[in-house]
């Protein structure tokens, strides 16, 4: 698995890990040692304390020395989680923002969020408890194997034998109970699901008076899983119960039989003992792995999903033969343009045309490749045929980067960011000076509110900040395309989430924003394009009319359809 | 919970009397006794063997099903306290994620019994058990070990909570940002990569990712004290034993036998405090979590359940009137309804129009009695509706609102909301009313198809025509619209609409909009303006008046006259 590969980044520390595990169980065998030769001298041979002393003070020695052993294979294990994760989500992230916005859109970026935080951190357990365990536990039994057997031989065919049994009975277990568990982790991941879903719907219970009702279901519903869980877990816990018996019975085993030797004289109390106190450390790494191997099933299934992501290919391949770009003032055309998602076609052989300093309107049925055709000019996503020039240039051979800054881009739902106000607009220009930004807000009508904000401009927004509204949100982005100052402008539904009173506020700071610019405006609502130089129809993935306002409404096609749905019966008001 | 502990104790009992019986074994055997001897101990040791997994066993059922029990408990009295505070006290908290975290809380609280109670009740048991038997053979071998477990078993956990606090605080504190860093590349990509920041975002999280990793490391030099100091003062223990047992035994006040006997059930009792420094933390979590419930269970509702006037009644008519009505939301904030009044005559129709924010919303609110209102009065067939109990009062009233929610289950489920009781016939002709007849049965599994995030997603078209279907169901007298086709493109709007216009015949029509298309059927309509009534009348009088209403209403129709 790639995991294996990644392990690499922290070899060292996962030698470290191993090696101070190993000197651990050194330690333990000492312990056991010197403990059962103080034993041995107090119990058979009469010896004071203090002819022990000596072998006591040895005994709290190793015990610190084993301490310490323990607490840097801690560290050590961190350390190997740490450089892993720390690589691993660097990697990842850099990745996720390689495969661009065409990728993490709509619903899966909250899956996307959740793999980048938990989804690296459930490695954690994996990588700090599991992975050095599987190494321990074939180690450390064997280091008590080596010198029980010089010991004592028929003790070490004892363990011998029944060691493999735990790993036996462990496998055996985990394939069973890892669907057991794993239907058990859905069956309470659904009730949670469904608890979380009526306290979402709360208020359309209450307008169905169902509210009360739910109390009953939900207790229900939890009274059931605790029934068929339990039924489930029965079993399950069974399977532990042998993993605990094997352990158990194979040290009351030992200690029958050392003890029946004792009594016949073949072996003597001292060596009996070190064995007797070995027994059970021999058995402890194997059934912590057992504990551990849940920690690894669930750390194996999180870094699947994150390898999933890195193996993703880019949409946008790097450029190989890099152009410069064409003077701020360009023609774009694209020409014979397709593109599809997944199966779902959205542009069909597109043909258009943006000349320098028009301002040209996109309007159509809403799934009619509208969009598509901005993201495509971002070079979010590229042409799955045909192609788009600029000043006769392909796109594709254009620095992505270096293009883009040719672009502002106001978007239906401008992202805020978890930063101050000023922040958020400097994102147009990151040299940007206060007065350029506070200059922006005012052309965009955003400098009143900030000013309100309780820390003006230094406000935090975003998330976890103040809460702006949709027209609010939207007078931020204008600010940054203000501050952008590009020769093309992108206005993607700007304006569809808000009401005429907004609307008209805002509209105002739009076209303020227009003059002098390349403006490409995209639209569902009407409203918004009537002013516009030239209006192109998109329809099933092609533009099937082109014209100014007048010019397509005496047309009698798409557009005047559109535009009477649109306005109702309200074309005529008296 | 008390017989989970009990038994919890008996495993660990038992791996120290196995222990013990061995050691017995082996140095009563070192004394060549005749085999008899050893019989009893040799039967000790199988059944202390085979009891420790059955214990195990057993404890672990029964702690299972306390905790699912307790999970049970849990959800309904959280559900019981929350239903009444929806949605007005729910407001201020921010939507999904709130919930989601609220899930995720009852969730720990779920293991505070296995986690965090159990375990001090077990080390409490094993405790008292060693103490009553090393004080049969001393009481200072008692004390001393006791003393040890002590240290183990709290004196480690509070040392390295104390040790961790701070770096604790900091990593919760990087992690967060660390969180939003990423929550910001991902969903914010778009913007990212548009602005050319992918540089700067990644630095970003580059940094935080690495002090994330250097908080983490110096906590695991802190949690793993935990082990280390805990296999530290097992040898001790053990030291002590056998400083304290030796004199003993050389002056035989002890027999030889019982030393190691004494030695092995130390060693193993510690068995019970290891666990001890782990469910200090679960603590920590679960005081948090308890902490976040109880902040939300606390609130007040807007109002008390009382008895109401008019439990039974139903209205001999269906005007609705407000007089007057003022409302904030906050004590500090300003009025989101400032003296508004009208009245809606049974079976006419009203539209409210405005800027959002204006307060259009909160009108419904108030009529839902979501929220309570302190100045004017707003009646329901010349009562006050605070004389009815509010479950009545809702069932007169049928709302369709921007945001319908979809219910996790079945379309025909979500349709049945509107009327629990109704027939499939009745169920088949309010999707037919509401136009998604044909589109459900166009569906793989019709109207057993999956809806919500589990399932299907529907288009914004879609969900208001199950909207209106449930709304068809329940056949309220009164239908307020709130913003019902709000982000909805022009063709599907109007489908919609004529939707809706089924659903508004023969009823009393509150409708709120920001969209300015059909109020030509409208009898009255009121414009909003932070909170003010600032116009009224038909439309055709609030065009020829040219204020804001004719204003929004031409941008809206700009060219088109």
């Known amino acids: 698995m790639h995991l294996e590969k990644r392990l690499r980044i922290g070899r060292g520390a996962l030698t470290l890990t191993i090696g101070l595990g190993v000197i651990a169980g050194l330690l333990l065998v000492a312990q056991a040692f010197l403990l059962s030769r103080a034993i041995n001298l107090v119990f058979l041979q009469g010896a004071a304390l203090a002819d022990i002393l000596s072998l006591l003070a040895a005994l709290l020695g190793v015990g610190a020395a084993r301490a310490l052993a323990l607490w840097g294979g801690e560290a050590a294990a961190q350390g190997l989680a740490e450089s892993v994760k720390t690589d691993l989500r660097e990697k990842l992230f850099a990745h996720i923002l390689a495969l661009g916005p065409a990728y993490t859109r709509g619903e899966r970026s909250g899956e996307l969020v959740n793999t980048a935080t938990g989804g690296i951190e459930a490695l954690d357990a994996y990588l700090r408890e599991y992975i050095p365990q599987v190494a321990l536990a074939a180690f450390v039994p064997l280091i008590m194997l080596v010198t029980v057997f010089p010991i004592d031989l028929v003790s070490g065919f004892v363990l011998l034998l029944t060691a493999p049994l735990i790993p036996f009975f462990m496998i055996l277990i985990g394939k069973a109970a890892g669907a057991l568990n794993r239907r058990q982790w859905l069956a309470l991941s659904r009730m949670s699901a469904h608890f979380l879903d009526v306290l979402q719907g709360l208020t359309t219970l209450k307008l169905f008076q169902r509210s009360r009702a739910q109390i009953e279901i939900i207790a229900r519903v939890s009274d059931q899983f605790r029934k068929t869980t339990l039924d489930v877990l029965r079993v399950a816990f069974l399977s532990a119960l042998v993993l605990e018996m094997v352990a158990t019975i194979s040290t009351a085993v030992v200690a029958v039989e050392i003890g029946l030797r004792l009594l016949h004289g073949v072996l003597d109390f001292e060596r009996a003992f070190f064995v007797l106190v070995l027994a059970p450390e021999f058995y402890l790494p194997l059934r912590t792995l057992g504990i551990r191997f849940h920690a690894g099933v669930a750390g194996a299934t999180a870094a699947q999903r994150i390898f999933d992501v890195l193996e993703t290919q880019p949409e946008v391949p790097p450029t190989p033969d890099v152009q410069p770009l064409p003077p701020p003032s360009f023609y774009i055309r694209l020409e014979d343009v397709v593109y599809a998602y997944g199966d779902r076609p959205a542009l069909n052989g597109l043909a258009l045309e943006i000349r320098p300093g028009e301002r040209l309107a996109l309007v159509g049925p809403s799934g009619g490749g509208k969009t598509t055709i901005g993201q495509l000019l971002l070079r979010f996503i590229e042409p799955q045929g045909g192609q788009i020039t600029i000043d006769g240039l392909p796109l594709n051979r254009l620095p992505a980067d270096g293009w883009r800054e040719r672009i502002a881009w106001v978007s239906q739902n401008p992202y805020l960011f978890n930063a101050s106000a000023a922040e958020n607009i400097r994102l147009g220009k990151p040299s940007a000076t206060m007065a350029e930004i506070v200059e922006a807000a005012r052309l965009a009508g955003a400098h009143e509110f900030i000013s309100a904000l309780p820390s003006g401009y230094d406000t935090l927004i975003g998330e976890r900040g103040a809460r702006l509204s949709g027209g609010q949100a939207q007078r931020i982005a204008l600010a940054r395309a203000f501050l952008r100052n590009a020769p093309l402008l992108i206005l993607d539904e700007a304006t569809a989430h808000l009401d005429p009173e907004t609307e008209l506020l805002i509209q105002a700071s739009i076209n303020r924003l227009m003059q002098g610019r390349t403006a490409l405006i995209i639209a569902h609502r009407l409203s918004t394009v009537y002013n516009a130089d030239r209006i192109a129809v998109i329809d099933g993935g092609r533009v099937v009319e082109t014209g100014a306002h007048e010019e397509l409404l005496r047309q009698n096609g798409v557009y005047r359809q559109l535009v009477t749905a649109y306005a109702g019966e309200q074309a005529k008001p008296f | ?561």
């Open chain 2, 1 to 561: 919970m008390a017989l989970a502990a009990l038994l919890g104790a008996l495993t660990i009992a038992s791996s120290i009397a196995l222990l013990a019986a061995s050691a017995y074994i082996i140095a009563r055997a070192a004394l060549r006794p005749s085999i008899a001897d050893l019989q009893v101990a040799i039967v000790g040791v199988r059944f202390f063997g085979i009891a420790r997994g059955v214990f195990r066993y057993l404890e672990r059922l029964v702690s299972h099903e306390a905790n699912f029990r307790l999970l049970a408990r849990l959800r309904v009295w959280f559900y019981t306290a929350l239903e009444p505070l929806a949605p007005a006290r729910l407001a201020h908290h921010r939507g999904g994620d709130l919930l989601a975290r609220i899930v995720a809380d009852i969730d720990t609280l779920e293991h505070f019994y296995v986690r965090v109670l159990a375990p001090p009740v077990v080390a409490l048991l094993i405790a008292l058990l060693m103490g009553v038997f090393l004080s049969a053979y001393d009481v200072r071998l008692a004390l001393a070990v006791l003393a040890v477990l002590a240290l183990a078993g709290i004196g480690v956990p509070l040392l390295t909570r104390y040790l961790s606090h701070e770096v604790g605080q900091a990593m919760a504190q990087t992690r967060g940002e660390l969180n939003t860093a990423l929550l910001d590349g991902i969903q914010g990509s778009a913007d990212v990569v548009a602005f050319g920041q992918q540089a700067a975002q990644l630095a970003r999280v580059r940094d935080l990712n690495r002090q994330l990793s250097h908080w983490q490391r110096r906590m695991a030099r802190i949690r793993g004290l935990d082990a280390a100091l805990g296999a530290l003062l097992v040898n001790l223990a053990t030291a002590l034993v056998l400083a304290l047992a030796a004199p003993l035994a050389r002056a035989g006040q002890i027999e030889g036998v019982d030393l190691p006997v004494l030695t092995l059930a130390t060693m193993a009792s510690f068995e019970s405090v290891l666990g001890l420094p782990m469910a200090f933390q679960y603590l920590g979590n679960s005081l948090a979590a308890g902490r976040r419930l109880f902040e939300i269970v606390d609130e007040k509702p807007v109002f008390a359940a009382q008895d109401y006037l008019l439990t039974q009644s139903t209205p001999s008519n269906f005007d609705l009137v407000f007089e007057n009505v003022t409302f904030r939301y906050a004590a500090d904030s300003p009025p989101a309804l400032d003296s508004i009044s009208f009245t809606l005559r049974q079976g006419r129709r009203l539209a409210i129009v405005g800027a959002s924010g204006a307060g259009k919303s909160t009108l419904v609110n108030l009529l839902l009695r979501f929220w309570d209102y302190e100045q004017g009065f707003i009646t329901l067939g010349g009562r006050d509706i605070r004389d009815y109990d509010p479950e009545h009062l809702r069932n007169w009233i049928a709302v369709v609102s921007q945001n319908t929610y979809l219910f996790n289950t079945t379309i025909r489920e979500n349709i049945l909301l509107g009327r629990q009781n109704a027939s499939e016939t009745e169920m088949v002709e309010a999707a037919q009313q509401a136009q998604i007849h044909d589109f459900i049965t166009g569906l793989p599994d019709g109207y057993n198809t999956w809806v919500g995030e589990q399932g299907l997603r529907l288009s914004g078209g879609e969900r208001q025509r199950i909207a209106i279907a449930r709304a068809l169901l329940k056949d309220a007298p009164v239908l307020a619209l709130d913003e019902a086709t709000a982000g909805l493109d022009a063709v599907t709007e109007r489908n919609v609409m004529a939707a809706l216009d089924r659903l508004m015949e023969g009823r009393t029509v509150l409708m709120i909009t920001h969209r300015l298309i059909g109020l030509q059927t409208m009898d009255e309509i009121l414009v909003l303006h932070e909170g003010k009534l600032t116009e009224r009348g038909t439309h055709a009088e609030l065009i020829r008046s040219e204020g804001l209403y004719f204003k929004m209403w031409s941008l809206q129709n700009e060219r088109l006259r």
